[in-house]
């Protein structure tokens, strides 16, 4: 028998999927990984399938007047790539029915996707509840994840698949297991029988310790909006708190959760140690899909064991000639290009590297240096809206060493993450749960220069594969000791030896890729999935605080 016949059926649901640039029904990270899993999951053959919403607008496609002031746009997404079901299903919103339409995609290879969508005419103004991603109030948002939850399951029934696993990619589908137990309860069950026989087919993934991350409601508003699905107040309390937090609720509705590397699981452990009856939190390092974001020209002459910086550099011009279409500025693809793509958001730290501009700006402005910046905000997020105009104003400054890119999406990722030299994160820790981006940028041999936090840890070896930045260190001053750390390394590493020691930068892009292709590929993240988050029964404990983190942070402390 295949082995993997006897793998347990999976449905993994969550709020959105970036599987493509040409289908924007995602905002970021964790869609993108979702979207890996997915695309993993049919290319590997692994069961399962994947539950969503069809984002009739998507999240905002976000571009930037030539003042630097940012504006969004919402554009309805196109439709000729999915297939009709013929199934709909129904579910329940502030007391009125809402028919939710089931779409199918299947056209990346990847596993069955089922995507639902409220914009027909009958449910009037509740249409708009699939319209956009992660806009509206509380109320929207509960709206929003009933007809995810509630209507994924209702989804899976309609549509005949039998499932032995639910797994909650973060906290917005946790009203599907509200729903679970809503059935059992129906067969006859009562609330604390139906509640333990559904928490043995749940696991949960939580993916930041950043407040905005883990959300909560008023159980007036859930109650209003109809999230409690028939269950009472003192039920849905006793699931996720009062208010109703959909992280807590994850957490007691399921058997395991993960979180998304060894660092980013001490620190969930700690900060959920309080909710004494959720499930034991494990780690399992997120991980990308190798097909998608590795460069295929890069692919070959690795494993070839042939010259890596003809491709590279390939890659590099085809990233610069992007840059001279949409900024109408010329890069030197011989120069020293650091890449820096996220969301804009404050513990990401976009300005970090501008801390001291006195002592980059000979390098920025006689061409030693080429800084490209990309990134989107929350379109509520007011500190993000602030800082894109202050790095605009940089690089009208030095135009040939600063470039802000509009619309991060995954078109711009993929160019960003195979066509810089270097790929530089500078996350407050400890709030980067993973940073999949640098994953991306390793298995091309673009070298991460990074602040230990998230993948990094496992991954680094400082001068091997790339750098560390800062040691570890958290405490006062975190911004002013990561940047002077991070001038060190560039000053006396990183630019040294990218200018005077080919041979030896490319040695490290050759380590950068060995160390990521298996290790950090969706492959092994799912091949993990099934065999330590999704796995019946005691799983071995693993060594979770890398070495290196306790190696720098005693050094840190005692310097
Ligand atoms: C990979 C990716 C992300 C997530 O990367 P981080 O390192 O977590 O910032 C976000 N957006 C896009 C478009 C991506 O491709």
């Known amino acids: 028998m295949n082995k993997k016949e006897r793998l347990p059926r999976v449905a993994y649901l969550c709020m959105e999927y970036g599987l493509h640039e040409e289908l924007p029904i995602y905002s970021g990270g964790l869609g993108v990984l979702a979207g890996d899993v997915i695309k993993c999951a049919g290319e590997k053959k692994f069961p399962m399938v994947g539950i969503g919403i069809l984002w009739r607008q998507g999240y905002t496609t976000q571009k930037i007047c030539s003042n630097g002031k940012p504006y969004d746009v919402f554009e309805d997404i196109d439709l000729s790539l999915l297939k009709e079901t013929g199934v709909t299903v129904k579910v ?7 028919v939710c339409k ?13 995507l639902l969508d409220t914009h027909l005419p009958e449910n009037g103004e509740n249409m708009n509840i699939t319209s956009r991603l992660y806009l509206g109030d509380d109320a929207d948002r509960v709206a929003q994840e009933i007809v995810l939850g509630v209507g994924g399951i ?20 946790v009203l599907g297991a509200v729903e679970i137990i809503r059935e059992k309860m129906n067969q006859g069950l009562t609330f604390e029988e139906a509640w ?14 950043v407040s905005a991350g883990n959300g909560s409601y008023s159980h007036e508003t859930m109650y209003h909006m109809g999230g409690y699905n028939g269950l009472t107040y003192e039920q849905m309390s006793r699931i996720g708190g009062d208010p109703f937090s959909i992280t807590v609720a994850g957490l007691r509705l399921s058997r395991r959760t993960n979180a998304v590397s060894k660092t980013h699981g001490e620190t ?15 780690s399992i390092t997120n991980g990308v899909h190798r097909t998608t974001w590795q460069d295929s020209r890069i692919k070959e002459a690795h494993e ?30 011989e120069a020293l290009t650091i890449g820096f793509a996220r969301r804009v958001t404050a513990y990401k730290r976009c300005e970090l590297i501008l801390g001291n501009p006195g002592e980059l700006e000979p390098m920025l402005a006689n061409g030693t240096l080429q800084l490209i910046f990309s990134g989107k905000f929350h379109p ?43 790929w530089l994160n500078t996350p407050r820790r400890p709030l980067e749960a993973s940073g999949t981006s640098g994953m991306k940028a390793a298995m091309n041999g673009v070298l991460n220069l990074s602040i230990l936090d998230g993948w990094w840890p496992e991954a680094c070896r400082h001068g091997i594969n790339g750098w560390q930045i800062g040691h570890g260190y958290e405490g006062c001053n975190q911004d002013e000791h990561d940047l002077s750390c991070l001038y060190q390394v560039l000053l006396n590493e990183v630019i040294p030896i990218y200018y005077n020691d080919r041979p030896k930068w490319v040695d490290m892009m050759r380590e950068s890729i060995n160390s990521s292709k298996w290790n950090f590929s969706s492959e ?22 890398p070495e290196i983190i306790s190696e720098f942070c005693s050094c840190a402390q005692q310097g």
């Open 102 to 114: 089931v779409w199918l995609l299947d056209r990346y290879g990847n596993a069955p996707l089922y």
């Open 524 to 545: 092994r993240m799912i091949t993990d999935y099934y065999s330590r988050l999704y796995a019946e029964g005691e799983i071995e404990e693993e060594n979770e605080l």
């Open 196 to 209: 333990a026989e559904t928490r043995n087919m749940v696991v949960f993934t939580t993916h930041t310790p």
């Open 154 to 173: 209702r989804a899976l029934r309609a549509l005949g698949i039998k499932v032995e696993l639910y797994h909650f990619n973060e906290g917005h589908a």
């Open 304 to 333: 070839k064991g042939k010259d890596l910086w003809a491709p590279h550099l390939e890659a590099k011009r085809e990233l610069v000639s992007e840059i001279f279409k949409t900024n109408n500025v010329l890069f030197n693809p």
């Open 268 to 282: 969930a452990r700690k900060m959920w140690d309080h909710i004494k009856d959720g499930s034991p939190i494990i």
């Open 92 to 98: 329940t919103v502030k007391n009125k029915e809402v």
């Open 380 to 422: 509520y997020d007011e500190y993000g809206r602030s800082v894109i105009p202050r790095i605009v104003d940089l690089s009208k400054k030095y135009p040939q060493g600063i470039v802000f890119l509009e619309n991060y999406d995954i078109k711009l990722g993929k160019l960003l993450t195979r066509g810089c030299d270097v």
